[in-house]
């Protein structure tokens, strides 16, 4: 079995320069078919092409009209395994498991990781610099309880204490201690730390950072009239831009913005009137420092994601899949405002695809390397660094990652 990434062709190849894709299909005309890709420059493709060592790489399948051959997009093959692969759901790093292997990135290579690593399942945020995993459970005598713990020193979790606990989080009575607010949130906090956001019965949303360099933001005031439904959900951007949706009473979802502040804080409210109704808000990813991409659906739909809300700065878009009838699967940040998403229907192993929407929101079928995900495969997207994105491919007999640029456009 070999599982060490071709390091030395893969920066090669991400160093070659990128040039825009020829004429795409338009969102309203997508076939399930990928037609397109982007492209590389000529010179590009001739280095590719001089690199035999794990690279895969496709001619594409040309459009209807196209006489010229395109070149190839630098897939680069990284690791092969005999078990399918399940990638932690991270923002950046690697932590994989693969039948009874579970694997990190080191120094470029692929490294067997901690024993503890998932000894509290996946982990969210950053590997191995800011990830942390969730805890929490009900007890009979102590109410709620919760437990964040953050990866330290590349091998323990170690446990993470809310300090200052806002006064009216819990109550005590006869030597008990029950949970007294509404709702709460926690996600790993685009600005670092873990940012654990609470709704308390006085209307007020109450932020405390776990273990972050950065301020908790200031308390945010849920009280006026225009404001009379609960949150449902809270996410924060890299900048400390705040995203709180909610819902009108006519099923209207609504998200209120409101930018990094420590005072007289300015909130605006845009509505996203095409989500379908009964959607709540699931997993955010950052685009860039202030916008967001946020997955949509019933609350029952397990990992699939019928819509994407896409914006910030007051400016959002409510977008399905560019395949008729298909769900997201996954999603992930590509270069700055773009985005890769594995696209099928509602179950797995339907015959993903991977589609890649630019910064005009534009969508494109990205074919893979030839022969490969031909039979029903099932995807996993991972983003390695800043740079690379790393993507499983889950074949009845086949389970190989590939890695391509996250820059496309």
């Given at each position: 079995?070999d599982?060490?990434?071709t390091?030395?062709?893969?920066s ?10 020829c ?15 982007t492209?590389i420059?000529a ?8 690199i ?7 001619t ?7 006489a010229e051959p395109?070149?190839?997009l ?12 399940d990638f932690a759901?991270l923002t ?6 693969a ?5 990190t ?9 901690p024993?503890?690593a998932?000894?509290?399942?996946p982990p969210?945020?950053?590997?191995p610099d800011n ?22 020193g ?5 446990a993470?204490p ?10 005590e009575?006869d ?7 509404g ?5 790993v906090?685009?600005?670092g ?10 209307d007020?949303i ?7 360099k950065?301020?908790a933001?200031i ?8 404001n ?6 809270v996410f ?10 909610s819902?009108?009473?006519?099923g209207?979802?609504?998200v209120?913005e ?11 409210r845009h509505?996203?009137a ?13 685009l860039?420092d ?11 739909s ?5 819509q994407l809300a896409i ?5 959002w878009?409510v ?8 769900v ?5 940040a590509?270069a ?11 179950e797995?192993?339907d ?6 929407r ?8 990205l ?7 031909e ?7 991972a983003?390695a ?6 993507v ?6 086949d ?7 996250v820059?496309l456009?």
């Open positions: 079995m599982y060490r990434p390091t030395a062709a893969l090669l190849l991400l160093a070659a320069p990128l040039v825009p894709a004429e795409k299909p338009s969102p309203a005309t997508a076939d399930p078919t990928p037609h397109t890709a492209q420059t010179s590009a493709a001739s280095r590719a092409a001089e035999q060592d794990g690279i895969q790489s496709q594409l399948v040309k459009p209807a009209l196209e395109e070149p190839e630098p897939w680069a093959r990284v690791a092969s395994f005999d078990a399918p692969i759901p950046t790093g690697v932590l994989l498991s039948g009874d292997q579970t694997l990135l080191e120094g470029g290579e692929l490294v067997e990781a024993a503890k998932l000894k509290h399942g969210q945020g950053a590997w990830a942390w995993t969730t805890k929490t459970r009900v007890e009979e005598r102590a109410g709620l309880y919760l437990r964040m713990s953050k990866w330290k590349n091998n323990r979790w170690v993470q809310i300090k200052d606990v806002p006064n009216d989080l819990m109550w009575d030597g008990r201690w029950y949970e007294n607010y709702e709460f949130w926690g996600h906090g685009g600005r730390g873990y940012l654990l956001a609470v709704y308390d019965w006085e007020t109450t932020f405390r950072r776990l273990a972050g950065n301020f933001p308390d945010w005031t849920w009280d006026d009239e225009s009379a439904n609960a949150p449902l959900d924060e951007a890299p900048s400390g831009r705040l995203f709180v949706f819902r009108d009473d006519d209207t979802m609504n209120d409101r930018g990094f502040c420590r005072q007289n804080c300015k909130v605006e509505e996203l095409k989500l379908e109704p009964g959607a709540y808000p699931k997993a955010s990813v950052a860039d202030e916008h967001l991409a946020v997955g949509f659906a019933k609350l029952d397990g990992p699939s994601t019928k914006g910030g700065e007051g400016q878009i977008e399905s899949a560019p395949v008729a009838t298909k997201f699967h996954a999603y992930t590509g700055s405002g773009e985005l890769f998403a594995v696209v099928g229907f509602g797995r192993g015959g993903e695809q991977l589609w890649h630019d910064r005009e929101g534009e969508w494109t079928a074919a893979l390397p030839e022969g490969v995900g039979d029903g495969a099932r995807f996993e997207l983003r660094d800043a740079d690379t994105l790393w499983a491919v889950n074949d009845d007999e389970h190989t990652i590939y890695a391509l640029p820059a456009g």
